[in-house]
């Protein structure tokens, strides 16, 4: 038998808190997605003025993020014509993002889910990701 270690509701609030507080910091109204070691969302946030079209790519950058263990920006880096990982964002029906802004949520060594942030550039994304993650850090304790 296993036993998982997954964020719960509370947290995946920190989170949301966090990246939510960086986003308003830069003036970008951002979609924010945490999901759960298998990449099932948790709690998702659009702010007012975050793109329609974000909604599904930040719950697609935490799936990946979670699902994967892996930050989405490493699939960017190989997800390039003659790399062996080239098309990696067709697999799973498509939910493989490529694109900066997806993070794993670790604690203790172990990945407990994912936050994925769209509707700025892949940097200001990834900066309000790290944002939410810092936040919880310092939330939990």
């Known amino acids: ?4 270690k997954r964020l719960d509701l509370a947290e995946a609030r920190i ?3 966090g990246a939510a507080n960086k986003a308003r910091e830069i003036g970008v109204p951002m979609c924010i997605a945490v999901v759960d070691e298998s990449g099932n969302l948790v709690a998702f946030e659009r702010m007012d003025g ?3 079209t974000s909604v599904t790519i930040a719950q697609d950058k935490a799936f990946t993020a979670a699902a994967a263990k892996k930050a989405t920006h490493d699939y960017n880096k190989v997800n390039v014509p003659g790399s062996l990982a080239f098309g990696i964002h067709t697999e799973v029906g498509g939910r493989i993002s490529s694109v900066g802004g ?3 949520v670790i604690v203790d060594g172990d990945v407990v889910g994912g936050i994925g942030i769209s509707s700025g550039t892949p940097q200001q994304d990834m900066d309000c990701a790290q944002a ?3 936040h919880f850090a310092t939330k939990r304790g």
Do not use: Q
Request: hydrophobic share 50%; aromatic share 0%; charged share 20%.
């Open 1 to 4: 038998m296993l036993t998982i």
């Open 15 to 17: 989170l949301i808190e």
């Open 50 to 52: 975050g793109k329609i």
């Open 102 to 104: 997806g993070l794993p």
């Open 132 to 134: 939410g993650l810092d």
